[in-house]
């Protein structure tokens, strides 16, 4: 009897320990922290580069012409005349912030000049021009894919490969030619159009402020002086690429 009394005592601790165990157990699994991965961000780069067709569209309006010693051949009486060209073109863009940006374009372009007025006719030659522009850009980012901006900054062109015609016209061939290297404003609008992350449509256009001197000489013995009022339209479209 006294061990059937002792064995019960012992099955009755047992089971209460058991029971404090698994109630132990269960509490530790409810309070077990539940763990989620992070998402994965992806890291934000700064530059972007576009690639373009450029349409080159100088304004040659207002140009003067002076002619040494015949009045009738200087301004208002004549002008000059810069033919467009279409030339590919590369920006580089580096973004400060999500809405700052300064971009750098490069590009050659090659352009006639002829006279107009009292010259209308006359080759005068042609030149290629480097005309390096950074401006400075703020972007809107509320539109989605579509993310227009606007941009302002400063063109400093280089002249370089100039020839006279040597062309007789009426008489006249101009013999030598020589235009200064310039600086000028620029301001720009444009947008691009985000096809994914990455590649996107580009449109922008530029109006530039270039007005260098130069220099002339006609029948290799008349000096011309003047200014070529050349204020630029650059109208671009292309492919973007945002790394």
Not at 34 to 41: D, G, L, W
Not at 133 to 150: E, R, S, W
């Amino acid at each position: 009897m006294n061990r059937m009394l002792k064995l019960s005592s012992s099955l009755l601790v047992l089971a209460a320990v058991c029971g404090a165990m698994g109630s132990a157990q269960a509490a530790d699994l409810q309070a077990a922290p539940v763990y989620t991965k992070a998402p994965v961000v992806e890291a934000w780069n700064p530059w972007m580069i576009r690639v373009r067709a450029l349409g080159v569209l100088p304004d040659a309006g207002g140009s003067t012409v002076n002619v040494a010693g015949v009045p009738a051949l200087s301004s208002p009486n004549s002008g000059l005349k810069i033919s467009n060209t279409v030339v590919p073109e590369l920006d580089i863009s580096y973004f400060f912030t999500k809405n700052i940006a300064a971009e750098l374009i490069l590009g050659v372009t090659r352009h006639s000049i002829s006279g107009t007025g009292t010259l209308d006719g006359l080759n005068v030659g042609k030149a290629w021009l480097l005309p390096p522009t950074l401006t400075l850009q703020y972007h809107f980012t509320d539109f989605g894919a579509f993310k227009p901006y606007v941009g302002a900054g400063v063109n400093y062109t280089v002249f370089f490969s100039q020839s006279a015609s040597n062309q007789v016209f009426n008489g006249l061939a101009v013999t030598n030619l020589h235009i200064s290297n310039q600086w000028g404003a620029a301001v720009q609008f444009g947008f691009d159009y985000m096809l994914d992350r990455h590649w996107g449509l580009n449109v922008d256009v530029k109006k530039l402020w270039l007005q260098p001197n130069y220099s002339a000489t006609v029948n290799g013995a008349i000096p011309i002086t003047g200014r070529a009022n050349i204020d630029p339209w650059l109208v671009g479209a292309g492919v973007t690429y945002k790394f």
